[in-house]
DNA sequence: CCCTATTTGACATACGTATGTCAAGTCAAC
DNA sequence: GTTGACTTGACATACGTATGTCAAATAGGG
């Protein structure tokens, strides 16, 4: 039988009052007593059932995603988890809204984080870019008693609970692995395109890419990035320019969002070329481009995984339980046609 | 506000001992109320509080796990993630017992599950073999009213609940995608290797490897699978004969279980080979293999996945309640040194 | 040692559901 | 219209925890 807190007040010779004046951090406790429940606690090993608990205080938590707007496949697959994730937990006493924010603009986003209603806010899981100013919205969320966690994308220098998501570093160097691995005994250049460096995933990725390439693969080079923004021209020249010079191409390595318009180029200047292509996250575009077999492998995270790791880190820091780490921790996945889900 | 059995009651004109009468599906109750009942439940989109259910019945979830017993890394790694899966949800009230049983012995198998105790018995994960008697075990089970999901090994013939694990057709032909994709140009064979292919796990990879092979890249050829019963012997035998007779060997696909024994010989018999080597499974050996280098990729389910979606398969059935299929999904992993967790 | 401020305990009620008891109600058949 | 069988409803208690009220106990200062 687990102890309850009957259990816990007969062991310390205390009430029940007493004892859920200690647990629940109330004030007006004598040290000695509070020492005394505590103790009782660690004798018994008395853990708090989180259900009964959350039943007697019709507990709701109240969640809210902050996502960057504007068309963006990725960023889709990972709004759809979430509203799945939210769906399949309908059970669980949580009320989850996602809101869009402009994440180029860190005024629009400060305004949007400010706009939040913090007096019922249990706790917010950010996919934005760090700025101060972000990272001021972030420590004033927090003194108002909610949660904050990082999403997708790090925010390392903001005072966040929890990151979730993956190292993209380390996702930059499986791209390289990949990259050395399928060029076994070749010898040649990579072409890197991003839609923007300004993110700080892709400026991980690509030195993670580089650490590999160089350290292992050293007859393998990466070129610059090539950043087309959005501009599927500014991609398509490129891609010419760069089959024409370097006679020795032999992969291309799509670093995330913007695939789309990177494989349409890539059809319609290099399809003959039989080049090696990695591209990162697992969207509509992607999964059927592996399918057709115009990109050999992708370096994704489960966005189902995501978002309920999400729920999950938020719930346990409102609940004030551990976190199971081996459960949270987001794995870098390989993806090729064969082992598509 | 969610609805509660009182708004149930009021909206269907009955008392609360009817809706109780009816949701718990107790006798002697008219077929009018009932179905008056079952109307207002729908018109209210009642659902039951599995937690406030569970809290007045002092439900406690009993489930056995169990695996094959003797040496084996991947089995260990397995019994650990259940273990650690089931200390980690301790607030979730289960009690969760790990059972070994001789797996090559069908007879011994079913004298286990035989011997556990139905009557307290609420779902079992099994990870043994398909054969007649136990398919007949486990309708014995089931009748006694307890689930039953097949573990890690799928039992198709058996009228199991679910299936935990992943699909090793899939698996296979991950395999073979990779090997191809690894030796991009070249044209060769491959050596094939496993400790047993009585397992039908193996004998699927090797049906979906031989059919990527074929079918993508008819120029590597896998040659017949060594079945090496754990002698190590065997295996360093077959590996010199093979590299010998075959000067065009370029690869190693280790299918699972014994893996140590096979990278032990390949270290002795075939260091300056330049060999291509993918493995199954993430245990401890092949882990410290992807570290040296010894292994370029290992195939992988994960483990801490595994355990817990068989526990959550078994509580949904317990309670009745829908699986969240795209949690339960195990995917085949493909881990590399850089995305090694 | 008294007074006051603080701390404590006893008790009641609640959360949403399960379950048991018993009296009252309904129905069909005679 | 009565009997007996079946069906229903009212009520009480419980699960483990939270929370509020109020009187009683205690500590500390003078």
């Known amino acids: 039988m687990k102890p309850t807190v009957h259990d816990i007040a007969r062991e310390a010779g205390v009430s029940l009052s007493t004892v859920d004046r200690v647990l629940n951090g109330r004030a007006d406790v004598r040290p000695k007593n509070a020492e005394r429940v505590k103790d009782a606690v660690r004798r018994l090993g008395y853990v708090r059932d989180t259900n009964a608990a959350n039943l007697a205080r019709k507990r709701r938590y109240k969640f809210v995603f902050v996502l960057p707007e504007g068309p963006n496949h990725f960023v889709d697959t990972v709004a759809g988890a979430v509203r799945e994730a939210t769906a399949a937990q309908v059970t669980d006493r949580a009320d989850v809204e ?24 249990d706790g917010v899981a950010l996919m934005v870019p760090e700025t101060p100013q972000v990272r001021d919205a972030i420590a004033h969320i927090k003194s108002a008693g909610a949660y904050v966690v990082a999403f997708v994308s790090d925010l390392p220098n ?56 160089l350290r292992d693969f050293p007859r393998l080079k990466a070129l610059p990035t090539i950043e087309f923004h959005d501009d599927p021209q500014r991609i398509r020249d490129t891609l010419t320019r760069a089959t024409a010079t370097h006679a020795d191409l032999k992969a291309v390595y799509s670093m995330g969002s913007g695939n789309a318009i990177m494989l349409e180029a890539l059809r319609e200047t290099a399809a003959g070329l039989d080049l090696v292509v990695v591209a990162h996250d697992l969207t509509p575009v992607t999964r059927q481009a592996l399918v057709d077999g115009e990109v050999d492998a992708v370096i994704a995270q489960n966005v189902g995984h995501l978002a309920r790791s999400a729920l999950r880190v938020l719930r346990a820091k409102c609940d004030d339980a551990g976190i199971y780490e081996a459960q949270e921790q987001i794995r870098i996945e390989i993806v090729m046609r064969e082992n598509l889900y």
Do not use: W
Request: glycine share 8%; charged share 25%; hydrophobic share 40%.
């Open 158 to 213: 903001s005072k966040c609970d929890h990151f979730v998501g993956i190292d993209n570093f380390s996702a930059g160097q499986t791209a390289g692995a990949l990259l050395g691995r399928f060029l076994r005994k070749e010898t040649g250049c990579i072409l890197v395109t991003s839609n923007s460096m300004v993110a700080r995933d892709s400026i991980e990725r690509r030195y993670g890419l580089d650490e590999v390439l």
């Open 98 to 121: 996602i809101v869009y924010v402009n994440a180029a603009d860190p005024h629009a986003v400060v305004k949007r984080l400010k706009s939040l209603d913090l007096g019922t806010l």
